[in-house]
């Protein structure tokens, strides 16, 4: 990252070519080591000397930059770990991400930097950018194109090249200073964790971005994930690989496999970073973090040159559940009151209302009045097409440094305000120029508020839950086996989830016999392996309210189960009819990078339909147990919903607990786990599992 030495090995006097642009690069951004341009036909280029082969070089070279084609990769490599040089950035691709015998290629080229104590960032990269050190070492025409290299606080680690030159673009035109950005590429030998620790312990780093398409060592990635928040690092993420077509993506773009983004939500709820919808949005919230800090308590204020923008705004704000202030405090509304009829004091407040109509004076004092006032912690201005919008742009500028309190301003004037935009980079004043990008990083600041000091506690496991679950449950069934809803429930009972009781039936007589001793109405089911939704396929009958109902349900199943099922097993049950329950649904998968992963939501046959469901890394505390349920939108049914009797929470949650702790123990024995649905009953009566399925590994 400091290197005191680098050579550019294929470095040209084209721009046209990728060693070309590396060394113009450079060379233009004042790198402050020394610099050996490689190029076995050139005595000079750029003033500079040349040297034949990289063993030509009068002294040890810290950093190597390859700029070759990928047939001459491990030769070039060879030569430099001979050479004693202590990393190579290979910005070279057509290696792994491309076909096999590129991914054999890299793993001879690895193989042969570890043989060395040397090191490899890329292949497939687009290099590495360090402001503080002048350092532009990257092939990308970016750094052609700006005069300086803007400092800053945002760190960036991105596994796309092209993205890392987009985004330092991007943050250029609105004033985003950068400590270090860092193209991993295929992660071949340094990775994006790597580079991740590295900026939690620069110093010049204080807000971090990541752009993820596969994580190399996901357990290390969430370790640093929480040391970043503990030492007061916002992380911001962006991760490729939501849907089919974007994990495809991801494959083919940078060799990673970009695993389950539930899974990968879940290990960012847990450690506190961020999840972003876009690169961009996250690199403009970055920066606008960077110089704002962090938000004062209170509620968004909003100051507008346009009532439309002001409402559209309002809108989205609030329905995103983010903290708009409702009133201004009696200071602020004496100090406006000059400025404003008393009607037209409101939130968002319009310059259009101004009494004595637009004037600098009035329009400044609003800005002033409202970032005074205790119940702001931070003021959106929108700013459209006005009158004296550079004297207003030094006014908010000054007011933002003087106050000290967070100030966003939205330029939304398209090219009419670039010299306010120019303005706004001098004075350091955080802006966006779409109102999308405002309300994006107002989003991130409150999430981070709200987030700042909580720390999740260590699961604690219940006294009565076993310690060696796994290794008594390893071996029981073959792999593959689909675990019947009996199964499920004696697994259950091991954690102390109450389950309703399963009476296994051999006849009408026994199932009338059950029936009459438990009390009616009961429910009778036909449990098969190779049946995953009973209620689909005719094998739950409800509400059996005597003999003569049991006996035709028992003769319905029994036809089903010849009729549907091929596995050996088969049984029917009599289960008591439980009324009066919220249906829940808790489900646990195995993620082959995180781990057990727990799911909560509202259940029964209609779950696939509601899809109100929310997921985490198992095992999770009481806190989150409670969390994840107050989470969900048909929560007030758990809450005493129109006068209906509130649930049982703390069985709920209890029963979640303990069932976070199965999937935890059960680790990668167990592919799915499915409970649905929990019957929660209303409160101080408690939680029944009534079925249940899973999936053997």
């Not at 590396?22 to 050996?36: M, N, P, W």
């Not at 912690?377 to 030094?394: C, H, K, N, S, Y």
Request: proline letters at 5%; hydrophobic letters at 45%; a negative charge.
């Amino acid at each position: 990252m400091n290197p005191r030495s680098v050579a550019i090995i294929g470095a040209s006097a084209s721009t046209e070519k990728f060693g070309g642009r590396l060394f113009a690069c450079l060379v233009k951004q004042g790198f402050s080591g020394r610099i050996f341009p490689i190029n076995p036909q050139r005595d000079t280029l750029l003033g500079l000397r040349a040297y034949a082969n990289i063993s030509d070089v009068p002294e040890p070279v810290d950093v190597a930059v390859i700029a070759l084609p990928s047939s001459q990769l491990l030769e070039t490599v060879r030569a430099c770990a001979n050479a004693g040089v202590g990393a190579c950035v290979l910005i070279t691709a057509q290696t792994a991400e491309f076909d096999e015998a590129g991914e054999n290629l890299q793993r001879e080229v690895v193989r042969t930097a570890r043989e060395a104590g040397m090191r490899l960032v890329g292949p497939n990269c687009l290099g590495i950018i360090n402001p503080a050190h002048g350092m532009a070492l990257t092939s990308s025409a970016t750094m052609l194109h700006v005069p300086s290299l803007p400092k800053g606080g945002v760190g960036l680690v991105s596994q796309s090249g092209a993205l890392m030159a987009t985004l330092f673009m991007i943050g250029y035109d609105h004033g985003v200073g950068f400590s270090r950005m860092i193209s991993v590429g295929n992660q071949a030998d340094l990775e994006l964790c790597d580079f991740f620790e590295c900026l939690i312990d620069d110093a010049a780093t204080r807000v971090i971005c990541l752009y993820v398409e596969g994580l190399v060592n996901p357990e290390r990635f969430i370790a640093l994930a929480r040391r970043a928040r503990d030492v007061g690092k916002p992380v911001l993420v962006v991760k490729a690989g939501r849907t089919t077509s974007g994990q495809i993506a991801a494959l083919s773009h940078t060799a990673s496999l970009a695993g389950s983004f539930e899974a990968f939500r879940s290990a960012c709820e847990a450690t506190g970073a961020l999840l972003i919808d876009e690169p961009e949005g996250m690199v403009l919230a970055a920066g606008a973090m960077d110089k704002l800090g962090e938000l004062h308590p209170g509620g968004i204020a909003m100051m507008v040159s346009s009532g439309g923008c002001g409402a559209v705004t309002s809108d989205r704000l609030d329905l995103l559940g983010l903290p708009l202030l409702t009133a201004y405090g009696k200071n602020a509304r004496d100090a406006l009151g000059d400025c404003y009829l008393d009607r037209h004091i409101n939130n968002p407040i319009d310059l259009g209302a101004l009494k004595r109509g637009p004037n600098l004076e009035d329009s400044v004092t609003t800005v002033r009045a409202i970032l005074a006032d205790p119940g702001v912690a931070v003021m959106l201005f929108l700013m459209t097409p006005q009158p004296f919008m550079p004297e207003m742009a030094d006014a908010l500028a000054a007011a933002w440094k003087d106050s000290g309190k967070p100030l966003l301003v939205v330029l939304n004037t398209g090219s009419l305000g670039e010299p306010i935009r120019q303005r706004f980079i001098a004075s350091g004043t955080a802006f966006v120029s779409r109102i999308d990008d405002g309300i994006r990083t107002l989003e991130v600041m409150c999430r981070l508020s709200k987030n700042a000091g909580t720390h999740d506690a260590s699961p604690v496991r219940p006294a009565d839950v076993p310690q060696n679950f796994k290794a008594a449950y390893s071996g029981t069934h073959a792999p593959g086996t689909i675990l019947t809803e009996p199964e499920v429930k004696s697994m259950l009972a091991s954690y102390g989830i109450r389950a309703t009781e399963d009476h296994v039936v051999d006849s009408e007589a026994s199932a009338v016999a059950i029936a009459d001793a438990i009390g009616y109405p009961v429910v009778l089911k036909g449990v098969a392996r190779d049946i995953s939704h009973k209620s689909d396929s005719g094998l739950v009958q409800l509400n059996l309210s005597n003999a003569a109902d049991v006996r035709q349900a028992y003769k319905h199943l029994s036809d089903v189960l010849k009729r549907l099922s091929t596995s050996a097993g088969n049984a029917i049950v009599v289960q008591p009819m439980i009324h009066g329950a919220t249906e829940l649904i808790m489900g646990g998968r195995y993620d082959k990078q995180f781990g057990p992963q727990l799911l909560v939501g509202f259940g029964g046959v209609q779950v696939e339909l509601l899809q109100d469901v929310c997921s985490a890394l198992a095992p999770v505390t009481r806190e989150k147990a409670q969390s994840m349920l107050m989470s969900l939108k048909l929560f007030p049914l758990l809450n005493g919903f129109r006068g209906k009797p509130a649930a049982d929470m703390e069985a709920a949650v209890d029963a979640i607990c303990r069932f976070s702790w199965l999937l935890s123990d059960l680790g990668d024995s167990l592919l799915e786990l499915d409970v649905n649905p929990l019957l929660v009953r209303p409160a101080g009566q408690g939680a029944l599992a009534v079925d249940g399925r899973g999936v053997v590994a």
